[in-house]
C-alpha cells in the first residue's frame, strides 16, 4: 500500500487474472517490494472465481458477486494494468508480446491464463457449441443464451465431470421448464468415489434431467448431437464441459509442455526451461505432483508463487511447494444445497452444506472486492502528507491563509490526473488578463488566446492552427495514456475545423534505469503514435526530462484553408440546437478509479470513449453548417458553454434540457453521488452563477454539468433545420451517444452568459 515513489531497477509482470495471480496481487499489495514495478497483462478486467459460476447460472449470483474485479485490485497493488491479449513470449529479448501494441518487458514473469477448450476431434464442436472454457467469456456467453431460451428450450450438456453435472442442475434451477441432457464418455463424475456418483444420479434424476453415461458425441450439427452409436438428439444449447487444453503460444514460445500444452513446472512452480518464468493454475502441471485442474489448487498455490516471485527477485533461491493429494470438494446441486466428497467419503446434499460452500465463496471474493482496505491506505496516504508539511506552513497555521495551505497539502496525495489536473478557469482567466499589457501582438495572428486554438496567417495564404496541452498521467497504462493524451491534444485541432499536420511532444519520466526509462518512453510515444497516425498528424520531434510522476503533451499544428472555413466559439444563433457528440464523467469516474471506488469495466469504458478521436464529428458537423464549436474539456460543460455564449455575437442565452438526459459514462453517477469529484470541480462549479433555474440541483447527474473532461466530445450548435439529418450522421460515424441537449434563444437582458436548465427542446 506505500506508493512512495523509488527508482525502477526490476520489472515483475503476471500473465493472467487467474486465481494464484489474485493472490499474488493481494500479498504484494499488502508487501510492497520497492525498485520492482508490478504489471498484469489480462485480456479481461473482471475474472471470474470458478466455484461461484454454477451458482450464477442458477441465478444465486449476480455478475459481480462471482467476479474479482482486477482493475481495483491493480489499483490496491499500484500494479500497472494492461488490459490486452498476450501473444507469445520472447524468452532470449525477455519480453511480452501483445496484441496491437509493443511487447512489454519482464525481468521476472508468471503466468497464469487458465485453459481453452481442448482442440476437439468432434466435428462440428467448436462451430455448434458453447464452451465453459476459458470461464471469463462464459458468463457473457451464457447470458447470450439465456436471452434465446424459452420453456421448450432443449440444453444439451457434453461433459460428466463436477463441473458438467453442477451447470446441468444449475440450468434446470434457471430454467425449470426446460429440456435438460447430460452426455459423457464414461461415468458421472468419474473422479469422484463411487458414492458421489450414487448420489448424484439419483440427483439428476429426480431433477428430470436426461444422463447419458458411456455416450461419447462424435458430431454436432446445428442444431442436432450424434453420438458414437449413430443415436440423435436435438438442442437448442450446447454446452462444451470435457477436457481443457492451453493456449497454444505457451508450447510456441519455447516452454517445455505436456502433449496438452500445459506448461510443465518444478516444485517451486518455475517453468523447466527458465528460472525466471513460473506458471500456476489450470496451465501449468506439476511434473513430480500432477494434480486435477481445481480452482482450490489454483488459490492454494497463490501464496507459494508471490513468496518465491519475491526470492527470485531479491536474487535468492526459490522454495518447494507440495500441494495437497486430496481436497473438500463442494458440489452445489442448483437449489440450496450442496453435497461434499473428499477422497472416498460423500456427504449427500444438505442445505447446511451449501450454506458452508456459499460462506467460503463469499468470504473469499469479499476479500478481494468490498473488503480491500482502501480507506486504511488513503488514511496511511493523509498521514504521509501531513508528516510532510513543512514547518512554516505549520507555524503559519493561525494566520490569515493557514488552514487553507494546510488543507492544500493535506489534499496533494488525491490530486487528480488528466483534465481534472488543470488549473480553474478563474485562476486563468486572470492570469490571462495581468498579462495581456505585456503580450507582444503579430499581425498575422489573427486569433490568439480565448479559442481553442491560436490562427496564424501563413505567406502561402492558408492559416496555421496552432495548439497545446499537458498533463499528468491518471492511469498506470502507459501506452493507452500516450493515445489519450494524444487524442485530447489533437481535439483543439477538431474543433477548429483543421488538419493536423505535425506535433511536437513533452514528455516527464520518473528517473530510473535507462533500459527502464527507454521502455517507458516507448509505450507512452507509441500510443501517441496511434491517434496522431489517424489523424494524418507526423510526430516531428519533441523534448524529455525527469520528475516525479509521468506528464505528456503536444503542440499541435494544423492548417485551414481559409478563415471562413474554421469553426469557432463564437456564433451561436437563436434557434439553433446545441449538440454534445460525446458522454460527460471523464473527470468523476477516473477521480473514483484513483480512490478504488470505481468498477473495472465502467473504466475500461471510460477510456474506450476517450480514445474516439473527435475529427469524424468535426467533419460531419461542417457538413450540417456548424455555427459554433468547441471541444468539452476542463472546465466541463457549462463552462464552455458559457465561453462560446460569451464569445458569440448579440444578446444570446442557452437553454439546457433537465440534467437527467444529457448522456453520462456508465459509473459517474455513482461516483458523484458517492461524493467523489474531480480536484478542479469546485472551480468549475462557480460557473453555476450563469444557471438561472436551480430547481434541477437535487438532480444526481446535475454535478456532471461541472465535471472536467479528458478527451471530451464536441460541444456545437447547428441550424434546428439540419439537426435530424445531423445526429443520424454522427450515430453512423460512432459517436453513439450524440444527442440535442438544448437550444440556444434570444434574450436582450443578457448578453452571452445565461444558461437555463429543464428546458423542452423540438428537433
Request: charged share 20%; glycine share 10%.
Amino acid at each position: 500500500m506505500d506508493t512512495t515513489p523509488m527508482m525502477r531497477v526490476r520489472d515483475l509482470v503476471l500473465v493472467g487474472g487467474g486465481h494464484s495471480h489474485v493472490m499474488v496481487l493481494m500479498h504484494f499489495a499488502m508487501k510492497p517490494m520497492q525498485g520492482t514495478k508490478l504489471t498484469l497483462v489480462t485480456s479481461t478486467v473482471h475474472t471470474p472465481y470458478s466455484g461461484m459460476l454454477p451458482g450464477f447460472v442458477a441465478g444465486t449470483y449476480t455478475h459481480d458477486e462471482c467476479h474479482i474485479d482486477l482493475s481495483r485490485l491493480c489499483r490496491f497493488a499500484n500494479a500497472q494494468l494492461i488490459h490486452a491479449p498476450c501473444m507469445g513470449i520472447d524468452r532470449h529479448a525477455k519480453t511480452v508480446a501483445l496484441k496491437n501494441r509493443p511487447s512489454v518487458n519482464y525481468d521476472v514473469l508468471s503466468i497464469d491464463v487458465g485453459s481453452i477448450p481442448a482442440a476437439s476431434s468432434v466435428p462440428g464442436a467448436q462451430t455448434h457449441a458453447t464452451p465453459v472454457k476459458p470461464i471469463d467469456g462464459f458468463c457473457s456467453r451464457w447470458d447470450a443464451a439465456l436471452s434465446r431460451s424459452s420453456s421448450t428450450t432443449r440444453l444439451a450438456v457434453v461433459g460428466g465431470g463436477a463441473g458438467g453435472v453442477e451447470l446441468a442442475l444449475a440450468m434446470r434451477t434457471r430454467l425449470p421448464e426446460a429440456h435438460v441432457a447430460v452426455f459423457t464418455r464414461s461415468e458421472v463424475l468419474a473422479e469422484k468415489a463411487p458414492a458421489a456418483r450414487r448420489i448424484f444420479r439419483k440427483e439428476i434424476q429426480d431433477k428430470n434431467i436426461e444422463l447419458h453415461e458411456h455416450c461419447a458425441v462424435s458430431e454436432l450439427k446445428q442444431g442436432v448431437l450424434v453420438t458414437k452409436e449413430g443415436t440423435t438428439h436435438n438442442f437448442d444449447e450446447c454446452f462444451w464441459c470435457t477436457q481443457a487444453g492451453c493456449q497454444p503460444w505457451l508450447a510456441e514460445s519455447g516452454l517445455a509442455c505436456d502433449k496438452s500444452g500445459f506448461v510443465y513446472v518444478d516444485e517451486t512452480l518455475q517453468t523447466e526451461t527458465d528460472a525466471d518464468i513460473f506458471a500456476a493454475g489450470d496451465c501449468a502441471n506439476v511434473r513430480k505432483h500432477p494434480r486435477p485442474k481445481a480452482g482450490v489448487f489454483a488459490v492454494r498455490q497463490g501464496m507459494p508463487l508471490a513468496e518465491n516471485l519475491r526470492r527470485i527477485l531479491k536474487g535468492e533461491r526459490a522454495k518447494p511447494f507440495k500441494p495437497q493429494s486430496t481436497f473438500l470438494s463442494l458440489i452445489s446441486t442448483g437449489d440450496g444445497r450442496a453435497a461434499a466428497t473428499k477422497g472416498s467419503m460423500c456427504l449427500a446434499p444438505r442445505a447446511w452444506l451449501w450454506r458452508l460452500k456459499d460462506n467460503i465463496d463469499r468470504k473469499f471474493m469479499h476479500k478481494f472486492g468490498r473488503d480491500i482496505p482502501f480507506k486504511k491506505m488513503h488514511a496511511a496516504m493523509r498521514r504521509k502528507a501531513e508528516q510532510s508539511i513543512p514547518e512554516v506552513a505549520r507555524a503559519s497555521r493561525s494566520r490569515v491563509g493557514g488552514e487553507d495551505a494546510i488543507a492544500a497539502l493535506m489534499k496533494a496525495p488525491m490530486r487528480c490526473g488528466g483534465c481534472g489536473a488543470k488549473v480553474g478557469a478563474g485562476v486563468l482567466s486572470r492570469v490571462l488578463e495581468a498579462v495581456r499589457p505585456l503580450i507582444h501582438t503579430h499581425a498575422d495572428v489573427v486569433q490568439g488566446a480565448g479559442d481553442d486554438a491560436a490562427i496564424v496567417r501563413q505567406r502561402s495564404g492558408e492559416l496555421g492552427v496552432h495548439t497545446v496541452d499537458f498533463f499528468r498521467a491518471f492511469i498506470d497504462d502507459l501506452h493507452t495514456f500516450g493515445h489519450i493524451a494524444a487524442n485530447h491534444a489533437l481535439s483543439d485541432c477538431h474543433a477548429m475545423g483543421a488538419k493536423p499536420v505535425s506535433a511536437l511532444c513533452v514528455v516527464t519520466v520518473p528517473y530510473g534505469l535507462e533500459s527502464k526509462v527507454e521502455d517507458d518512453l516507448v509505450q507512452l510515444l507509441s500510443g501517441a503514435c496511434v491517434s496522431l497516425a489517424e489523424a494524418g498528424c507526423q510526430l516531428a520531434g519533441g523534448h524529455t526530462c525527469e520528475g516525479a510522476e509521468v506528464a505528456l503533451g503536444f503542440c499541435v499544428y494544423g492548417t485551414l484553408p481559409e478563415m471562413e472555413g474554421a469553426l469557432r466559439k463564437g456564433g451561436c444563433r437563436a434557434g439553433d440546437r446545441i449538440i454534445l457528440t460525446k458522454p460527460l464523467g471523464t473527470g468523476a469516474l477516473l477521480a473514483a478509479d484513483m480512490r478504488g471506488a470505481a468498477t473495472g469495466r465502467h473504466v475500461q469504458a471510460a477510456l474506450q470513449m476517450m480514445k474516439k478521436s473527435n475529427a469524424g464529428a468535426a467533419d460531419v458537423l461542417r457538413t450540417y453548417a456548424c455555427t459554433a464549436c468547441t471541444d468539452v474539456t476542463g472546465f466541463g460543460l457549462v463552462g464552455h458553454l458559457v465561453e462560446m455564449l460569451k464569445a458569440s455575437s448579440g444578446s444570446v442565452v442557452a437553454s439546457l434540457v433537465e440534467p437527467a438526459k444529457i448522456p453520462t459514462l456508465v459509473g459517474a453517477k455513482d461516483a458523484v453521488a458517492s461524493g467523489i469529484f474531480s480536484s478542479i470541480q469546485p472551480d468549475n462549479q462557480r460557473a453555476a452563477r450563469a444557471i438561472k433555474k436551480h430547481s434541477f440541483m437535487k438532480d444526481p447527474k446535475y454535478p456532471l454539468l461541472f465535471d472536467p473532461q479528458t478527451a471530451g466530445g464536441l460541444l456545437a450548435t447547428v441550424p434546428q433545420s439540419r439537426v435530424s439529418d445531423c445526429l443520424r450522421d454522427l450515430r453512423e460515424a460512432g459517436y453513439d451517444s450524440a444527442c440535442v441537449i438544448g437550444e440556444i434563444t434570444a434574450d436582450g437582458n443578457h448578453d452571452g452568459e445565461l444558461v437555463t436548465l429543464g428546458a423542452s427542446i423540438q428537433l
